[in-house]
C-alpha cells in the first residue's frame, strides 16, 4: 500500500503547455504539501493545504494552481510552462501542520522542452 | 526567518566506519522540530530521525543517533557501521512548532567506500 502517491512520476512537456501533477495519500492526513526541489537538490515549500483549506502561499509564479477536492488529494495544475519550471515536485502530508512527520510521495520529474 | 546550514556539500566514509554530518539552524522559536532526511539515487524523500527541540535526549535510530545542541542551534547526524546502502544525499530540516512546512538545508552527498 502507497501511503503518499502522485501521478505521473515522469512528465516531459513542451514551453507553453498546461499541465497537472495529482498527489493522493491513504494515511487519513489533515495537512498536504507540495514542494519543489532544483536541478542543485534544495528543496523548497510551495503550497499547503490543511483539511482542504490553503494555509501556506510561498512565492510562487501565479501560473501554478494548486487544487484540494478533499483532504486526502491535492493536485498541482502549471500553466504556460516556462524552461525554469524544470524540476522534481513533492507532494507530502502529515496529520497536523505542527511537529508531526511528513511523508513524500515518490516525486514527479518535470522536464519542460 | 529561520535557515537551517549544512556545511558538507559532500562526505565520504569506509564500510563500517562511523561518519558525522553537521547541521546548523536559526531560529528565534523556543517549540520546534529537526528531521534528517535521506534521499537515494531513487529521489525517494525517506525519513531517518526526528527530534522534539523540548526533549533533551538525543534520538536514536539503531545506526543513527544525533547530537543536539539546542544553546548551540547544532543538529548533527552520526551514522554508525557504515553500509553501502547509507549512499545518498541527505537533509537536514527545520519544522517551527507553529508553522507546517520544513525548511531545509542544501543537503550533503554522502559517499560509501567498500
Known amino acids: 500500500d502507497t501511503a503518499v502517491s502522485q501521478t505521473p512520476k515522469y512528465l516531459v512537456t513542451q514551453m507553453g503547455n498546461d499541465k497537472s501533477i495529482k498527489c493522493e495519500q491513504n494515511?487519513?492526513?489533515?495537512?498536504m504539501y507540495w514542494y519543489k526541489q532544483d536541478s542543485k537538490k534544495f528543496l523548497k515549500i510551495m503550497f499547503s493545504y490543511n483539511n482542504k483549506e490553503l494555509i501556506i502561499n510561498e512565492t510562487v509564479p501565479n501560473r501554478f494552481s494548486p487544487k484540494s477536492p478533499d483532504k486526502a488529494h491535492l493536485n498541482l495544475h502549471i500553466n504556460s510552462l516556462e524552461l525554469g519550471d524544470s524540476a522534481v515536485y513533492f507532494c507530502?502530508?502529515?496529520?497536523?501542520?505542527?511537529?508531526?512527520?511528513?511523508?513524500f510521495g515518490p516525486g514527479t520529474r518535470l522536464t519542460v522542452l | 526567518a529561520q535557515t537551517v546550514t549544512q556545511s558538507q556539500p559532500e562526505m565520504s566514509v569506509q564500510e563500517a566506519e562511523t561518519v558525522t554530518l553537521s547541521c546548523t539552524y536559526d531560529?528565534?522559536?523556543?517549540?520546534?522540530?529537526l528531521f534528517w532526511y535521506k534521499q537515494p539515487p531513487s529521489r525517494q524523500m525517506i525519513l531517518v530521525i526526528r527530534?522534539?527541540?523540548?526533549?533533551?535526549q538525543n534520538a536514536t535510530e539503531n545506526r543513527f543517533s544525533v547530537n543536539f545542541q539546542k544553546a548551540a542551534k547544532s543538529f548533527s547526524l552520526k551514522i554508525s557501521d557504515s553500509q553501502l546502502g547509507d549512499a545518498a544525499m541527505y537533509f537536514c530540516a527545520y519544522r517551527g512548532g507553529s508553522q507546517g512546512n520544513l525548511i531545509f538545508g542544501k543537503g550533503t552527498k554522502l559517499s560509501v567506500k567498500p
Open positions: 527530534q522534539e527541540a523540548y526533549k533533551q
Open positions: 531560529t528565534s522559536e523556543s517549540d520546534y522540530y
Open positions: 494515511l487519513g492526513h489533515d495537512t
Open positions: 507530502a502530508s502529515s496529520q497536523r501542520g505542527g511537529g508531526d512527520t511528513q511523508y
